[in-house]
């Protein structure tokens, strides 16, 4: 089979890489490029645990082929923040306690990053809208909804 | 493996040149939220998938000489996000609205929505009840113009082949004091396929209190998604009150034939829905603002 | 037209197999450099129970919790801790690991009475610090005991085994099935729409006894998770088959409840400890998700005045339901 060129940016840096015509953008992420950090929950289009930013807006990786994504600027969990350097939204997650076994995480961060870029004091009906995409068996979405909150008073004040 | 090319495209030209190469084996692909699962699941078959997502020339919504045109390949979070469609649209904002989950509209296209034809697509039933038209081009370098009355064919069936057809453009006209509502119901409040849809655009004349125009499009009870004609003819019968509401929902309740479904309901329910939805929802309609020339002052019912 | 009710669900749940030994083990070695490391089977699938074995062993040596690493679910090189199953991990794994600790800290006194010159029961572990307990002014530090342990050869390393006192039920069903219960009751409000059969949930309030909360937001999250999981049992959450075989086997048709469904959570943690518990601790795990869909059908039938006795309780069944009644009133009236 005939690999195919992509060449986009990824996480601020232009990442050229050759993957199979009818990959998708969450393959590429995962097997190619070795960032695990989008999660493959459903592989269709029903949970978001495969949340990625394409132009800033969160994407279901799973069902968008790889190749769509050629010349676009496409964000992942792993250019958000490092472990010394948290991100306030992934600070924002961890000091509330929204977190727990992790699956859904990236995914809600990221569609919450994005959020947060264009409104920058959500009410919760907002937040939920936004995260409606994003499933979560673990936490019970409540303790979501406060790390949102926190994490835009915590950005507002830097 | 689902397809062996994926080519993006750069013009209108270009897709329609490769589409005329391929001869039947290449298709367009929009966001690709349904195409690709469809392909996975070998619903459909095809060697190479031409994009047109991101052909500037086909995002656009615009208003021109009171009717609505928008470029098949604006995406729903786009139509979402339109102050126009909220002020003068309602119901097809609303719809647009309710596809999926927002990072299912970040990517799907007003155009694949229509072209995929699923018998209760949330701005099919919108677009229905707005009587709009689609401008598709030929490959052979035509242009025809399809109501949507006549465009879909059955389950993921319409007229518009991908594989030698391209979508342009949607557009409607605007009717006088134009009021309109989405009723929608489904399983829970987000990332769910509708049990019911009901798509209502009205025209009203305030002075006689009556309306001059009502449409009602109601999904999915049929195959493709069903105007209710009786319900309408009712609507403008007479001058407006809560009985004429009632028989109107009375008359959709009596159209609507929905199949018994182990996933969307039993018949009896389904029927009973479409009943409650379409007062609820001629209700709503009622009590908003759009189209043209929509000066205050209120309707009594 | 839209009607609310308010309903209650109470529970007690057995922590650990029934009647069944259900053991688990752990090592807790100080190193050096007074940092120590947990070896546990115990298998954390997000409800924390790595951070809430960390808590137990630096509560029980008086270290630091970022001191502390967890080496768990590896049989390669952890000792069996049994199942994350059956609420029973922080109760029974919590007590091998607080045993362990314990272990080792008897080779800390030991030492530290013999470098000392006092008593071991007269010391007291805290702040990387031996004391006295009598006088205060007689201290040495852990790091100095670790280095004479160093010095000679001597490893400060416990083992912890943890096993509930239960007893296999009889002929009769009579026994002794667990060793402790967690208790809980939710409260909780709906708005039924009496045309279309939607269930709005208003309000969830959800109070468990844990014995004592080791890590209280992380009690918080499984009241919380495990409040919502029960909502989406009771209103949504169903397998169907057809012909024997799933049809909805997929996040697009098994649903389960969005962001959008539920309303935020109001946890109550009660803390009556239980004396077997590690701290007084006991489970929470499932307990959470218990009483949730009890507490929704009966505030579905405080709104409706009509019993539901099959999950979960959907908008069909809910007019079906109403038809019927209304049938059986007017059918009462005519005669
Ligand atoms: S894995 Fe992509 S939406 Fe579930
Ligand atoms: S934390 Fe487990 S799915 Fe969200």
Known sequence: MKLEVLQFELNARKVSVRVKPDATLLDVLREDLDLTGAKRGCGEGECGACTVLIDGMPVDSCIYPALKAAGKNIETIEGLGTEDNLHPVQKAFLDEGAVQCGFCTPGMILTTTALLAKNQSPSEEEVKVALSGNLCRCTGYTKIINAVKVAARNINKL | MY??????????????????????KARL???????????REKKKRVSVLVDISDLPELQYIKEEHGQIKIGAMTTHSQLAASPLLWEKVIVLAQAASSVGSPQIRNVGTVGGNIVNAQPAADTVVALMALDAKVVVFNNDGGEEKIPFSELFLGVGESKIDPTSQLLKEISFSLLPEMRSSLGRLARRKALALPILNIGIVLSVNKKENRLHEARICVAPVAPVPMRMKEAEKTLLSRKLSDELLISASKAAFDAADPRNSKLRGNTAYRKELVRVMTYRTLKTALATRGGVGDEAGSITV | MKKRGCGIGSMWYGIGNTGLPNPSGAFVQVLDDCTVIIHTGCADIGQGSTTVLAQIAAEELGVNFNDISVICADTGVTPDAGKTSASRQTYISGNAVRKAAQSAKETIFKKGAELLQVPEEELILKNYQLNSLKNYNIQISLKEIMAKCREDGTLVIGHGWFNPQTKGLDKRGQGIPYATYAFATQWVEVEVDTETGEIDILNVVAAHDVGKAVNPMAVEGQIEGGSVMGAGYALMEEIILDDGKIINSSFSNYLIPTIKD????????????????????????????????????????????????????TPEKILNSLKTANNTNKNQRDF
């Not at chain 2, 692909?29 to 392909?39: E, F, N, R, W």
């Open chain 2, 3 to 24: 397809w062996e090319k994926y080519l993006k495209v750069k013009t209108l030209h270009e897709a329609m040149e490769i589409l005329k190469l391929y001869q039947g």
């Open chain 2, 29 to 39: 692909i929009a966001g690709g939220t349904d195409l690709v699962l469809q392909l």
């Open chain 3, 262 to 313: 539920v309303p935020c959570v109001n946890s109550i943690i009660v803390e009556e400890e239980e004396v077997t518990g590690p701290f007084g601790a006991k489970g929470v795990g499932e307990p959470a998700l218990i009483p949730t869909a009890t507490a929704i059908a009966n505030a579905i039938s405080n709104a409706l005045g009509i019993r539901f006795y099959e999950l979960p309780i």
